[in-house]
């Protein structure tokens, strides 16, 4: 089987076919396929008109993930969601991979735990099927093995929000994405896909077409409330408030027998007050209006017997909180080329820097919304600022937590054909993130110790995980027919995925200037480290047996070994 894509116009050109009679056939997304039988004369050009009828049902579209090698969609057993990112960036901004996937599956929910810019979310397909085990689904990026789950350091998540992995990905360098829902794939990729799986396919370049240029800007705001509005804090003045007005201020002078609309206040501490520190935000309201700036260049094309597709992205975001913002700069490489009408080598490479900062959550006790919500329309003494019950937002804006993250993400992929029955494809792949957490408490300069007395001297701490996952994947399929009406398609394979993961952490407390945060510079520190490993090996053997291409019988075996059942592993 030889492949290539058409360009715009939809012209294609076929290279280094053998002579003889061969069949051409095309496929389209949203139409009917078509054949064409084309005689091939040696050193002669042979040229074929194909006209697609749209389709009422996608039977005919290819899938890859769930499958050994590009199944059409009519011959799965199990239920597989294609999406088209191009479609959906059309109809929809999309800032990451969350916003293609959100809405878009049966099946599939994307849970965002808050707000705020460079948080993560958790997705479920088909809910949680176990109570002991994980429910996350396993990521794949054209075919090479993806970490992605939620990442926490200082905070755990709780007081302050986790990061994703998924973040790394731009979205524009996204052609598709397959979700195979529920373990149907587990016998394909082992018992971590009991989940499902989420196979991401990144853009390629056209064969036979010229370069192809891409440039998108985008700006926007991000800002909270502004035209709905937002809960206001009341305080009804009773006589004992009216009574000690050291405790309670904002009641003096007021009426105990009055009527009660005479002693009830009213305080917008979102809207109506404004930071007095630092020098640099006097004056600035309490949240802001988050800037987003967003950046993407790629072109694409390729010769007679190779594409590419090149990419560069810049993206900025701020949150509503003035210690809350979320940026990338990422690239990625993509190359296909067909040393003979036997072999196609595809090689990819993608790489991302992040910087993301993270204040305190919403739910958390220093948090600036529980805090505005939670005070009595300065009506009492309170300790910070009037009207905010617990931490004041200049203290809030104080925390400093930033996670700096390199990602990148190597793939090999091989496909040999020795003969027209027989296809081999060999995928090696690497993904590799190097992440620096960094948690700052400047010396405390107001004799109150907010943040306590350990932290008021002035503390400084990273967490700095480095994690690498390869794969390595093979499968083998043999196809022939049995009877003129009756097909056979036998598969074998293998997977390994190996991680490691070392956790160095250092921590320094008494920091001689706020200015000089380091570790080394610190009156007490401390040191650990952490490793990990784990390698987990698959094989599996299975059969699909097809009837006049309308009905698909396929059964299959896998057994895996994992390092993590003990010594035994081999």
């Known amino acids: 089987n030889i492949r290539n894509s058409t360009d715009e116009q939809g012209r294609f050109l076929i290279p280094r076919v053998p002579t003889g009679s061969q069949t051409v056939r095309a496929l389209m997304i949203g139409y009917t396929r078509i054949e064409a039988t084309v005689p091939v004369m040696a050193g002669q050009e042979a040229s074929v008109d194909l006209r697609l009828s749209p389709a009422v049902m996608q039977l005919d579209e290819v899938v890859i993930t769930g499958q050994p090698g590009r199944t059409e969609k009519r011959a799965l057993g199990n239920a597989i969601s294609k999406l088209d990112a191009g479609v959906i960036a059309e109809n929809a901004p999309t800032a990451d991979l969350q916003d293609i996937l959100t809405g878009r599956t ?96 990144t853009k390629k370049g056209r064969r036979g077409a010229g370069v192809q240029w891409a440039f998108g800007a985008e700006v926007g705001e991000s800002e909270w409330t502004r035209y709905i509005g937002n809960p206001k804090n009341y305080w009804l003045c009773q006589a004992a408030d009216i009574r000690d007005p050291v405790s309670w201020p904002g009641c003096t002078g007021m009426d105990s027998l009055a009527s009660p609309d005479t002693r009830l206040l009213l305080h917008d501490p979102l809207r109506e007050d404004v930071l007095d520190a630092p020098a640099d935000l006097a004056g600035e309201p309490v949240i802001r209006v988050g800037k987003t700036h967003r950046y993407d260049l790629s072109a694409r094309g390729g010769g007679d017997f190779f594409n590419y597709y090149l990419s560069f992205d810049r993206n900025s975001e701020e949150g509503v909180y003035y210690n809350n913002f979320d940026r990338r700069t990422g690239g990625r490489a993509n190359f296909e080329f067909t040393p003979s009408e036997k072999v196609d080598v595809a090689l990819s490479f993608g790489y991302a820097r992040t910087h993301t900062r993270q204040p305190w959550s919403d739910n958390s006790s220093n948090g600036v919304l529980r805090n505005a919500f939670r005070g009595r329309a300065k009506a009492s003494a309170d300790q910070w600022k009037p009207g905010w019950r617990g931490f004041s937002p200049e203290l809030s804006n104080q925390y400093d937590q930033q996670i700096r993250a390199e990602r990148t993400t ?22 590799k993130q190097d992440r620096k957490n960094t948690q700052f408490y400047p010396i405390d300069t107001t004799g109150l110790e907010p943040f306590g007395a350990t932290n008021a001297t002035g503390t400084i701490g990273h967490i700095i995980p480095i994690t690498h996952v390869w794969t390595v994947d093979y ?93 035994d592993f081999s």
């Not at 939620?150 to 397959?178: C, H, K, M, R, Y």
């Not at 003969?419 to 792949?429: A, C, D, E, Y």
């Not at 401390?526 to 784990?534: L, M």
């Open 410 to 431: 190597i793939g090999l992929s091989t496909t040999y054909r020795p003969f027209s029955w027989f296809q081999n494809r060999l995928t090696l792949g690497l993904d």
């Open 475 to 567: 499968a083998g399929t043999v196809n022939f027919n049995i009877k003129p009406d009756l097909s056979s398609a036998f598969s074998a394979g293998m997977q390994l995925n190996a991680r490691q993961r070392r956790t160095t952490e250092a921590f320094g407390e008494g920091l001689v200037a706020s200015q000089l945060n380091l570790v080394g510079a610190a009156a007490v520190t401390r040191a650990d480290e952490d490793f990990s490993e784990q390698t987990s090996l698959g094989f599996y053997l299975q059969e699909q047996v097809g009837w006049r291409e309308r009905l698909y019988v396929t059964g299959a075996v896998r057994i895996d070994d994992n390092s993590a059942f003990g010594s």
């Open 106 to 201: 049966p099946g599939l929910t994307v849970i965002s735990n808050s707000g705020q810019v460079g948080t993560g979310v958790n997705v479920r397909i088909r809910g949680a099927g176990s109570l002991e085990a994980g429910y996350q689904p396993v990521y794949y990026i054209d075919g090479i093995r993806f970490e992605a789950g939620l990442q926490s350091a200082f905070g755990g998540g709780t007081t302050v929000q986790a990061t994703s992995a998924l973040s790394s990905l731009n979205p524009n360098d996204i052609e598709s994405i397959e979700v195979v829902k529920g373990p149907a794939a587990a016998t394909l990729y082992g018992a971590d896909a009991a989940g499902g799986v989420i196979q991401i396919i």
